[in-house]
Every structure is written in C-alpha cells, then in structure tokens.
C-alpha cells in the first residue's frame, strides 16, 4: 500500500488489514525501515539509484572544483589577533 500511495495514511492501512495504529506504525518504521517526510512515508535507507545519482554529483562538483581553482583559494591572511585584556582587582 505504502508504495502505490506514499501518502496514505496509518488509520487507513489499520483499517484495512485490520490491525491497531500502533502496530501499523511499528511495522512500517522498523519492519520496513520507512519514516515520515512532509506527509510522504519514505525510505530510510538510498536505493541504488539514488547513490548512483549522488556519486554523479559528486564526481561533477570534484572536476569542477579542479577547473576552477582559482574560485576556491584558501584565505591568503590570517585573521586578525583578538585583543586580550588584563583586569587588576
């Protein structure tokens, strides 16, 4: 059900299959491994497609990086010393 609607809703599934909504949301967490995002029930855990789609990213945003050098050189000076202060008493 989960994956045909990923809006649907725990009182709905416990209707249903006939089982009590906490039962249905223990199922659903640790059974399934699913958790509730902006009223969506997702996975917790990326598929392989996903991974696939970050290393891609990644992998882009490296050679970028290593084409445009020159935008992410490090700070050249230092930062300023902070003053100290002694107090007497």
């Excluded at 223990?26 to 995002?37: F, H």
């Excluded at 882009?60 to 050249?76: G, M």
Aim: positive net charge; contains cysteine; hydrophobic residues 40%.
């Amino acid at each position: 059900m989960i994956k045909a609607n990923r809006r649907v809703k725990q009182k709905e599934i416990a209707n249903a299959v006939g089982i009590s909504k906490e039962r249905v949301h223990d199922i659903i967490t640790t059974v399934l491994g699913y958790r509730k995002v902006s009223a969506r029930w997702v996975p917790r855990q990326l598929t392989v497609e996903m991974k696939a789609q970050r290393k891609d990213m990644c992998t882009q945003l490296l050679e970028l990086s290593t084409v445009f050098k020159k935008a992410f050189v490090p700070r050249s000076s230092p930062l300023p010393p902070i003053p100290s202060h002694s107090y007497t008493v």
